[in-house]
């Protein structure tokens, strides 16, 4: 375990119908790094997919409207199809998101999950990647779409950190420790 996240609190956003592995992956990358991720959801306990298979639950360390932006270092939010579809209909998810974008604090989001960040107005003038099929929505939302495993775009308050599917996890989960060691 290395220790350049000691000190430093992650806040995952998810609800659910999370993508499991985006979820766990990044979480295990945090923990082994030093820092601490907190799951702050809008349920108590979420439900994790394996694609469209149900499989392993959470308890939530956090209630969404009742967790604070100054609270965490960095904010993950895991994709999933229902997940990120869900969070960007529920206010206090979305004034979440975008206080972290407007405290310009890491964000780091992969596959489906920034529907979540078109939600909270945050990607006009940056530059993102995602599951192929959101490529149209994060253009209209006045980003720019690339097709690549990682993404890491400094043009605004705060990076982001993007990725396209379980595959780039990897090169997510590495990108993601840079940003939030450097922070």
């Known amino acids: 375990m290395s220790d350049e996240l000691q000190g430093k ?8 119908g999370v993508e499991q592995v985006e979820l766990t992956d990044p979480w295990k ?47 993950v939010l895991p994709g999933g199809v229902a997940n990120p579809d869900a969070l960007r209909m529920d206010d206090d998810a979305v004034a979440l998101v975008r206080g972290f974008a407007e405290a310009g604090k890491p ?22 990647t995602s599951w192929p099929s959101l490529q149209t929505d994060l253009r209209n939302a006045g ?23 379980p595959d780039d996890l990897p090169a997510f989960c590495a990108a993601m420790l840079d940003e939030l060691a450097t922070a």
């Open 107 to 128: 964000i780091a989001v992969i596959c489906h999950g920034p529907w979540t960040l078109v939600e909270a107005g945050v990607l006009d003038g940056r530059s993102i």
């Open 9 to 16: 609190t992650v806040a995952f956003l998810a609800t659910d």
């Open 29 to 75: 990358a945090i923990e082994s790094a030093g820092g601490t991720p907190r799951l702050v959801s809008t349920t108590d306990v979420v439900q994790g997919f394996n694609h469209l298979d149900a499989a392993d639950t959470f308890p939530a360390d956090v209630a969404v409207g009742d967790a604070d932006v100054a609270d965490f270092d960095g904010l």
């Open 143 to 165: 980003a720019t779409w690339s097709d690549e495993e990682v993404v890491v775009c400094h043009d605004g308050p705060g990076a982001i950190v993007s990725s396209r599917k």
